[in-house]
């Protein structure tokens, strides 16, 4: 078994959003093509990484994103795909749900004007309208998100409360992952309007857990985020990042060894599988996460 259990796919760095806190990649004029984007699949298949993250920028804006989802589950890769959920269809679910395992979907706020304030307006809208689509795919796992910043960090117990109702009425594992908005960004970022501290990430969450949701929530510090992440940019470099560096390994096309690749850097092996430890389909009861779900990055 190789060093790394999930790679994230940075298929484009196009995206309909904007959000100040974004560390994806940014401004890649040309992503790579169809081609090497199946040669990149194979590459992680061969590596034995298990799952594949299609992430970007947004990967619904790529126009070959379904024929990569199909390709990945032909190969025996595990699949999600992170998207802002503004560009979801039911023409896209209807052609790819059988290919995909799970749903990475964007939620800052628990109303159109607390979310407006890192997304574009509209953007809440689109999240409702996407998880009454996918509540029609109940064979989907979904994963909502939410970045705290301190424009947010009243609001998370809302959010909360909003997918937990959403869970219960659906067939759908639903699990829902808080992150400590951390800070690093591709481009320039006044972190201390954004990041919230330790002291006050915790008091957060420990508000939330008070209030016994249904739904599995996972709550992820800059501690337990640093340094797990193993990304393919799109132009197909191999990159992790650490603190709030980006240090590229190089082509991951060229790279004829992936563990050793990662000795080199300062990846964090152990905590990323105990990060992606237990994910996999099992039988549950509706809005439920099975026993050890963690989540894909």
Same mark, same amino acid.
């Given at each position: 078994m190789g060093k @790394?259990? %999930?790679?994230?796919?940075? @298929? %484009? /760095? !196009?995206? /309909?959003? !904007?959000c100040p806190y974004c560390w994806g990649p940014q401004d890649f004029e040309t992503a790579v093509d169809t081609a090497t984007a199946l040669s990149i699949l194979q590459k992680m298949r061969d590596s034995e990484v298990r799952r594949v993250v299609f992430t970007g920028g947004d990967p619904l804006q790529r126009a070959d994103i379904a024929e990569l989802i199909r390709a990945a589950r032909d190969m025996g890769l595990e699949v999600a795909l992170s998207t802002t959920g503004d560009k979801l269809t039911e023409e896209f679910l209807a052609a790819t749900a059988g290919a995909i395992d799970l749903i990475s979907l964007p939620l800052d706020g628990s109303t159109e004007e607390i979310n407006a304030q890192t997304k574009k307006p509209g953007h809440f809208a689109a999240i409702m309208g996407a998880l009454a689509l996918l509540g029609r795919y109940p064979k989907v796992d979904v994963k909502l998100c939410t970045p705290v910043t301190r424009k947010n960090i009243d609001d998370v117990v809302n959010i909360a409360a909003l997918i937990d109702r959403w869970a219960r009425g659906v067939g759908n594992c639903v699990f829902y992952n808080v992150f400590q908005t951390f800070p690093r960004s591709m481009t320039p970022c006044r972190w201390d309007e954004w990041v919230v501290s330790d002291a006050e990430f915790e008091r957060m969450a420990a508000n939330i857990r008070a209030h016994g949701f249904r739904i599995q929530i996972n709550f992820l510090t800059h501690a337990m985020l640093d340094r797990i992440y193993v990304m393919v940019f799109p132009d197909g470099s191999l990159v992790v990042p650490s603190g709030p560096d980006y240090r590229n390994l190089g082509r991951f096309l060229d790279i004829s060894d992936l563990d050793a690749a990662l000795e080199r850097s300062d990846f964090a092996a152990f905590r990323h599988f105990a990060h992606s430890l237990g994910w996999g389909k099992r039988p549950t009861g509706p809005g439920l996460v099975p026993t050890l779900r963690s989540h894909l990055s």
């Open positions: @790394v259990a %999930t790679m994230d796919f940075h @298929v %484009t /760095s !196009e995206c /309909s959003q !904007e």
